[in-house]
């Protein structure tokens, strides 16, 4: 069956990184690309970007572009987030989400990862 | 990119039917039929109810049902139950090759 399983939570001082693991399994992962999506306390969902199945092309959402890195690792089965210049309002619980080529839609998702930046 | 509007909330009794809107522009939700729509229960992870537009994955209640007219989508949920009440987010693709989500409707069953 179809898992996306992510890395614990984190906790960071403004100004630090984060790196977030989303390991998959139970299909063909080099066939599907991966989306990052968050989620706010309080707040609604918010799409972050999208590495595909390649491998080497990603897009990102304007409001994060510069501070986020999207990577994957096809021996591990791994996509990784990366996020920099974290300040307090990256607070939030990060999903990985699973697309079919040229489906679009997420039809798989992990079960979050909250990332805490806190002084 | 702004996010597709959605009304912040919507209630029904059970057994009867909502509909949630998902509004945005000609760019998005007008422009492709790849609008999609996933219910979310607080501390879990989203699962998907509908994609692109009006199709229904395997294993998903039929009462749930998606339309689109110009550049308004909507979920209806017929024969509403206790177990449907979520936040309801909608999503399209873009015009700039990313995605959007819907600021989220938050279903009560009265």
């Known amino acids: 069956q179809v898992q996306l399983v992510q890395s614990g939570a984190e906790v960071r001082k403004p100004g630090a990184s984060v790196k977030v693991s989303c390991k998959a399994s139970?299909?063909?992962?080099?066939?599907?690309?991966m989306h990052w999506v968050r989620q706010a306390p309080g707040q609604g969902l918010e799409w972050m970007g999208i590495?595909?199945?390649?491998?080497?092309?990603?897009i990102y959402a304007h409001s994060f572009q510069g501070r986020v890195t999207m990577t994957r690792d096809t021996s591990t089965s791994t996509v990784y987030m990366e996020l920099s210049s974290l300040r307090s309002e990256d607070t939030a619980v990060y999903y990985c989400?699973?697309?079919?080529?040229?489906?679009?839609?997420?039809?798989?998702w992990g079960q979050g990862t909250l990332v805490t930046v806190s002084s | 990119q702004s996010a597709l509007t959605q009304p912040a909330s919507v209630s029904g009794s059970p057994g009867q039917s909502i509909t949630i809107s998902c509004t945005g522009t000609s760019s998005d939700v007008g422009g492709y039929n790849y609008v999609s729509w996933y219910q979310h229960h607080p501390g879990k992870a989203p699962k998907l109810m509908i994609y692109g537009v009006s199709s229904r994955p395997s294993g998903v209640s039929n009462r749930f049902s998606g339309s689109k007219s110009g550049n308004t989508a909507s979920l209806t949920i017929s024969g509403l139950q206790a177990e449907d009440e979520a936040d309801y987010y909608c999503?399209?693709?873009?015009?700039?090759?990313?995605?959007?989500f819907g600021t989220g409707t938050k279903v009560t069953v009265l």
């Open positions: 590495i595909k199945s390649s491998g080497t092309t990603t």
């Open positions: 999503t399209s693709y873009t015009s700039s090759f990313t995605y959007v």
């Open positions: 139970g299909y063909t992962f080099s066939s599907y690309h």
């Open positions: 989400a699973r697309e079919g080529v040229a489906t679009f839609y997420f039809d798989y």
